[in-house]
């Protein structure tokens, strides 16, 4: 099951009839019916003369309101469809409603509606969406809403998934607006005007506040570096465009996360150890060689490593796992090394002689694990952000044998004092740093202090639990549960030079980020409770190659966009759209088994016929390579 086939499934509306019928619509059409007779019938009584002309004049109004079309003196008619049938080759769009009505009502979250805005309720106030009887909905990211200007149709998640036709550009204009004002009072507890919006983004994010004024120019400028790329055509059906070139099953245990390496080798981090892989130019396969974890770490692991880390060439992996409170942070890690398959160290997290924690560890950049002198990287907590060194200050790392453990150097950085609430963090070419956060903000960093960012981008309304950023730094993908944040950093300076926003404040002339989303069909298909994770770039490592494609996770699908066709303004998923731009046309992996990590290998790996290397996706029990082809590569 593809993109394809569900953009196609989309778009087809039947006004087949579901089988069991509304009932209130059925007594409807019969009471409607037999008037219908009643009036056509013979006259056998001679009519009763009229007394005057006004009565007259009063019988003829009161018939043509009778018999006008019910759409016409409905307020906020419209006709819904649902969507049935599941991931089969019968599923199709069937009329759910001929005629129904739609409206935003504020309310607690048990229902009790705000009839008296004086007194206070029992709990907050929040929009939702009623259709009907059928639909009773909050507002919100999850609904997944997805309007479609040139069909006057919304499509949205609720449920199951449904589609409301409306019966004039005025409607179909009036509910967009409607709603986009309820998502963000429900969003940010504010009205929706532009005082609150300029509370919520500030001066300098306008064209966040205002997408459809904002200055698209930036998107452009960025597409020169895709000069010599291949053109992609998205034709009207797409299918086979990725071929699974290998499939193993792990060995040894679940797998909990993927350490792809640039070099000779990848490796599957498991429960109980790690399986080597090799690296080819059509995917990864087993070399038959796996490290036990009872051996290895003799007891030193807390629980299952979440996070694996390549260093030193890729002759050494740094292994963290959650502290067993079941917390997500960590006071200690190891370094394991690849050759002897043996942890040489159990290294402590601390500063000023006071134990602390880590949430995450990344490279000091991009290429930072081939460089085989690499002794640093990064270390994020909640409201931390530094560099370790694993050399020791007094020249010579303890054996484990030794009582103490060895701490890390805590060699740059620094500890906010409350409210950034860090999640997650990235690093560019240069070693420039992004850091996503739960508030949704987005804070960059140079490579020269960890103090304070040089430029914040605000949130949306969502926490960012994942980030990357392209090898040049000019893009950053941010993740949240719903949907993908894509945003440009390039702004030009005061002396008319283009720098990205690690390198200096970006000022008021800051492009609007685009949002990548699944279609309501997709979304529901992947699973309501399941949420995207891991999004990241193609895997680039040399100044002046630009990333081609974006992949993320979601339940059992792994998805995939065309990094050049997202950046592009004219394309077709922007027309007609009111908000912030949201591309749905992408690719979708489908696999037996919810999935651990989907990542591309890297750009070495590319074969002289495809326009990328191959994608490598994880589940629990398998790991697959699939090639993309330029020649077969679709996207719907």
């Avoid at 699973?527 to 990333?547: D, I, L, M, P």
Wanted: proline share 4%.
């Amino acid at each position: 099951m593809g993109a394809a086939e569900s953009r196609r499934q989309e778009l087809e509306l039947s006004d087949t009839e579901p089988e069991e019928e509304n009932p209130q619509s059925q007594s409807e059409e019969e009471e409607d019916y037999e008037d219908v007779k009643d009036h056509q019938s013979p006259i056998k009584t001679p009519p009763k003369t009229p007394s005057s002309v006004d009565e007259i004049d009063a019988k003829l109004k009161a018939l043509k309101l009778k018999y006008q079309s019910k759409n016409q003196i409905l307020k906020n008619g419209v006709k819904l469809y649902i969507h049935t049938g599941g991931n089969t080759a019968n599923s199709k769009w069937v009329v759910a409603d001929k005629l129904t009505s739609f409206s935003f009502v504020k309310t607690t979250m048990n229902g009790e509606e705000d009839e008296d805005d004086d007194e206070e309720g029992d709990g907050d106030l929040y929009w939702f969406l009623k259709v009907g009887g059928k639909i009773r909905a909050l507002v919100d990211q999850q609904l997944q809403l997805k309007p479609t200007a040139d069909q006057l149709r919304v499509d949205f998640v609720s449920n199951g998934v449904y589609a409301m036709k409306f019966f004039s550009v005025e409607d179909y204009k009036g509910f967009v607006e409607q709603y986009e004002k309820c998502l963000f009072e429900n969003t940010y507890g504010f009205e929706c005007n532009d005082v609150n919006k300029g509370k919520v983004f500030g001066k300098d994010f306008v064209a966040w506040a205002n997408p459809e004024a904002a200055d698209d120019s930036m998107w452009e400028d960025a597409e020169d570096s895709f000069g010599n790329s291949p053109v992609f055509k998205t034709p009207v059906r797409g299918n086979h465009d990725l071929r699974e070139e290998f499939e193993e099953a792990a060995k040894g245990g679940s797998i909990k996360s993927l350490a792809l390496g640039a070099l000779d080798n990848s490796f599957l981090v498991s429960d109980s150890g790690i399986q080597v892989v090799k690296n080819f130019s059509h995917g990864i396969h087993g070399k038959g060689v796996y490290v036990n974890f009872d051996n290895a770490m003799k007891g030193h692991v807390e629980s299952t490593p979440k996070k694996a880390l390549l260093m030193k060439a890729e002759t050494n992996m740094l292994l963290m796992s959650p502290m067993t409170n079941g917390k997500p942070h960590t006071n200690g890690i190891h370094q394991f090394d690849i050759e002897t398959g043996k942890v040489v160290t159990e290294w402590k997290f601390a500063k000023d002689g006071t134990d602390i924690t880590m949430r995450d560890v990344t490279n000091d950049s991009k290429g930072a694990q081939m460089d085989p002198s690499g002794s640093t990287f990064l270390g994020l907590d909640d409201n931390r952000l530094c560099r370790w060194d694993m050399r020791d200050r007094h020249g010579i790392v303890q054996n484990l044998a030794d009582a103490n453990t060895p701490v890390l150097n805590w060699t740059q950085g620094h500890q906010f004092s409350r409210g950034t609430n860090f999640q997650c963090f990235a690093t560019t070419g240069d070693g420039s740093i992004v850091v996503g956060s739960v508030d949704g903000k987005i804070r960059l960093y140079s490579v020269s202090s960890m103090r304070q960012a040089k430029t914040a981008f605000p949130g949306l309304g969502s926490p960012i639990t994942h980030v990357d950023v392209t090898y040049d730094g000019k893009w950053i993908l941010g993740t949240t549960d719903t949907y993908l944040v894509l945003i440009c950093t390039l702004f030009t300076d005061k002396d008319g030079k283009m720098k990205t926003g690690f390198a200096g404040r970006m000022g008021s002339k800051i492009a609007a980020p685009r949002l990548l989303k699944l279609n309501p069909l997709d979304s529901h298909r992947a699973g309501v409770f399941n949420k995207f994770r891991g999004a990241q770039f193609s895997w680039v490592t040399e100044e002046g190659k630009q990333e081609r494609h974006l992949v993320a996770t979601v339940g059992k699908f792994s998805v995939i966009w065309n990094f050049q066709q997202v950046k592009d303004g004219s394309h077709e998923c922007y027309r007609n759209q009111v908000g912030l731009k949201s591309c749905y046309c992408y690719k979708i992996v489908p696999k037996d088994d919810s999935i651990v990590d989907s990542r591309f290998m890297h750009e070495k790996f590319a074969v002289t016929d495809s326009p990328e290397a191959p994608l490598v996706v994880a589940t629990p029990l398998k790991v697959s390579s699939f090639s993309i082809s330029s020649s077969r590569l679709s996207y719907a």
